[in-house]
């Protein structure tokens, strides 16, 4: 089956800084892979999702790119604030018996210091 | 639209004392799934449903069952519980399962077995 590394497990930065989160993947069939924001005492929340026909997505602050060669892709949060510290989760899915079940990652923390 | 509903919130069993977690979404989608989340482990995938009647496993069924007599409800029972699950436990839903897409969580339900 697929599986998903997620890195770095947590990840401190000051207010207005830059976060990366890097993901990777073993099933090269992976075709779609959403970004989840988790914050304290609720339940995860798409954020952002690509598919493998595209390289890069941009929304706002927020970005996502994807290297099929390699199989990784990347979370890229510009001008961090307070309110972007939560808990990140990167999955990967494809179509299994016509469903696609998405693989998540372990997750990471992030904290933004004010 | 309320979106998933989960409960309970919080329980608290007794080792081989029975439960059924209830989730319910009112989206009216195809595509129904829980989820244990323990920490540095992610989110791993216990039981899904792509409709009424059918369901499947996931990643880590053993200790669980469910059912989908309807669209809108999928309950999850535990008719052993051990500390093993004691857990975070989420029920998420998708509208359309054939071609990957948004997850909608519900808030969780966190149970504590002793």
């Known amino acids: 089956g697929e599986n998903v590394e997620q890195h770095p497990s947590t990840l401190s930065v000051q207010e207005g800084d830059s976060a990366v989160i890097k993901c990777t993947y073993s099933d090269s069939a992976s075709n779609y892979f959403p970004w989840y924001k988790q914050e304290l005492g609720k339940g995860p929340q798409l954020i952002i999702d690509i598919r493998s026909n595209v390289g890069e997505k941009k929304d706002q602050r927020i970005a996502v790119t994807l290297n099929k060669t390699a199989k990784h892709f990347s979370l890229h949060i510009t001008e961090t604030q307070p309110e972007d510290s939560a808990v990140y989760f990167c999955?990967?899915?494809?179509?299994?018996?016509?469903?696609?079940?998405?693989?998540f990652g372990r997750g990471t923390s992030l904290i933004v210091h004010p | 639209n309320a979106g998933v509903t989960q409960t309970p919130k919080f329980q608290v069993l007794k080792t081989g004392q029975s439960m059924t977690l209830q989730c319910a979404q009112d989206?009216?989608?195809?595509?129904m799934s829980w989820y244990r989340q323990d920490p540095g482990m992610g989110l791993r995938l216990i039981h899904y449903s792509v409709g009424a009647g059918i369901t499947d496993q996931g990643e880590v069924p053993n200790g669980y069952n469910v059912s989908r007599s309807t669209t809108e409800d999928f309950p999850l029972r535990l008719l052993s519980a051990a500390p093993s699950q004691t857990s975070v436990y989420f029920c998420?839903?998708?509208?359309?399962?054939?071609?990957?897409?948004?997850?909608?969580f519900g808030e969780g339900s966190r149970l504590t077995v002793l």
């Open positions: 998420a839903s998708t509208r359309d399962r054939a071609v990957g897409g948004e997850l909608f």
């Open positions: 999955a990967a899915s494809m179509a299994s018996g016509g469903s696609y079940i998405p693989t």
């Open positions: 989206m009216n989608h195809e595509y």
